[in-house]
Each structure stands twice: as C-alpha cells, then as structure tokens.
C-alpha cells in the first residue's frame, strides 16, 4: 500500500505560480512511477504530468507543457509540480499519483491505470 497526501493548493491570479507536493509512504517509493492528473468541475480526470521512478523521464500534457515541471526526490519521498504562467482554465482539483508502469511508448499517458490515488487539493486560477 502507498499513501500519497498532496499540499500546496490555493487561490492565485492568472499568470502566477504554484508548487504543488505529494508525500508518499508505505512500500518504496523509488519503485514507482509518479504522476499528477486533475479534474475540473463537470469533467473528467485528465493526464497533467508522469516522471518516471529514476526522475529521468518526463511527461506532460498538451495543455501545460512548457509552463508546468515535474521533479522527485527519492530520498525525501516526494515528487513535486511546479505550476508557472497559471490559467483560469488550470483550475481543478489535482490529483498525486503512483504506478509501477511508467509507458515510454506514445500510445497514451505515460501513467495508465494507476493504482495509487492522493485525495487531492484544489488549485483556483482567477482571472
């Protein structure tokens, strides 16, 4: 069992930045791959970002490429997202999570059926 509890959340006007965290504990966290999604009000769970268990590999949706990064610290149990250049349309609750696949292929997200979800926290972007 992994248990992930995610902080960093809030308000922040469009155009600022965020640096959301995700403690993991329980099995090593250095076996798996870790990853941020997110659900906006009336939709579905999207793919944000995947870094794999090394931290050596890197993914991220369309839609915040460029603006978000991903990191981990292995030694620490953590994994992080660096939010920058906020939208409104940003806002959603944001989920951590862990998997031990991490896909290099193209086919899909780099995290697909993940088996370890946080409770999440919630980022508004005002305009």
């Known amino acids: 069992q992994v248990r992930l509890v995610e902080s960093g959340g809030g308000l922040v006007q469009a155009g600022g930045s965020l640096r959301l965290s995700c403690a993991a504990s329980g099995r090593t966290f250095s076996n798996y791959a870790m990853g941020w999604f997110r659900q906006a009000p009336g939709k579905e769970r999207e793919f944000v970002s995947a870094?794999?268990?090394?931290?050596?590999?890197?993914g991220y949706a369309d839609s915040v490429k460029g603006r978000f990064t991903i990191s981990r610290d292995n030694a620490q149990n953590m994994v992080h997202l660096q939010m920058n250049s906020l939208k409104p349309e940003d806002t959603a609750v944001y989920y951590c999570?862990?998997?031990?696949?991490?896909?290099?292929?193209?086919?899909?997200?780099?995290?697909?059926?993940?088996?370890?979800w946080g409770k999440g926290t919630l980022v508004t972007v005002s305009s």
């Open positions: 870094i794999d268990w090394s931290g050596s590999t890197t």
């Open positions: 999570a862990a998997d031990s696949m991490y896909y290099y292929d193209n086919y899909g997200p780099p995290l697909r059926g993940v088996r370890y």
